[in-house]
């Protein structure tokens, strides 16, 4: 049972739009900052956004990150079938003094 | 540029110590915390624990204290997680991971370590 949570599965078509989900508490998301990766199957997470709504370099402005409360999302506009992965969510936790992960979300671009 | 490239995989019987590295480059490998996340087959993934190069402070996630060891030596730049006593329960990917310097969340991530442990 993962300290965030996320839902398992997402989906969209090409050129929809999607928001995926990160529900947290006062310990990690309501007190700082959220980051986003995506996983592409294979490889390594690579990090999509930092700092709620920061993108690193390189990243396509379809990604865009928010937050609000003990809750985050990532939305991802524009979808294309590259886009298809598995999503992270993460946050630093003052209770357990570490990084704590969402689940995941697997996203399926029909 | 940033890069973490890790050590190749391995494969190991039950009982056996290992242990894995992380070479950073690119950066100031002492002004960063480096960790380990863990991602088992099929699964999410899990957060071990970091170490601050500097001066070797060491945090663990609670669920992987006790069960590995994680050190660091920053005359080679080189992080590295260790294992006594391997248990087939270990069997996963694991990833080395640079933490950002103000908020202390994986920034950059190496290419991971496939360790199959077999009993």
């Known amino acids: 049972q993962s300290v965030l949570s996320q839902p398992p599965s997402a989906s969209g078509t090409p050129g929809q739009r999607v928001t995926i989900s990160c529900s947290g508490s006062?310990?990690?998301?309501?007190?700082?900052?959220v980051y986003w990766y995506q996983q592409l199957p294979g490889t390594a997470p690579n990090l999509l956004i930092y700092?709620?709504?920061q993108r690193p370099s390189g990243v396509p402005d379809r990604f865009s990150g928010s937050k609000s409360g003990t809750s985050a999302s990532l939305a991802i506009s524009g979808l294309r079938s590259e886009d298809e992965a598995n999503y992270y969510c993460a946050a630093w936790d003052d209770s357990l003094s570490g990084v704590v992960f969402g689940g995941g979300t697997k996203l399926t671009v029909l | 540029e940033v890069q973490l490239v890790q050590s190749g995989a391995e494969i190991k019987k039950s009982g056996e110590s290992l242990k894995i590295s992380c070479k950073g480059s690119?950066?100031?490998?002492?002004?960063?915390?480096i960790g380990w996340v863990r991602q088992m087959p099929g699964k999410g993934l899990e957060w071990m624990g970091i170490?601050?190069?500097?001066?070797?402070?060491?945090r663990y996630s609670p669920s992987f204290q006790g069960q590995v060891t994680i050190s660091a030596d920053k005359s080679i730049s080189t992080a590295y997680l260790q294992w006594s006593s391997l248990k087939a329960s270990d069997t996963a990917m694991y990833y080395c991971a640079r933490h950002s310097e103000s908020t202390v969340i994986p920034d950059y991530w190496g290419q991971g370590t496939l360790v199959t442990v077999s009993s």
């Open positions: 170490i601050y190069p500097r001066d070797s402070d060491t």
């Open positions: 690119g950066y100031s490998f002492t002004n960063n915390w």
């Open positions: 006062s310990s990690n998301i309501g007190s700082n900052y």
């Open positions: 700092r709620n709504n």
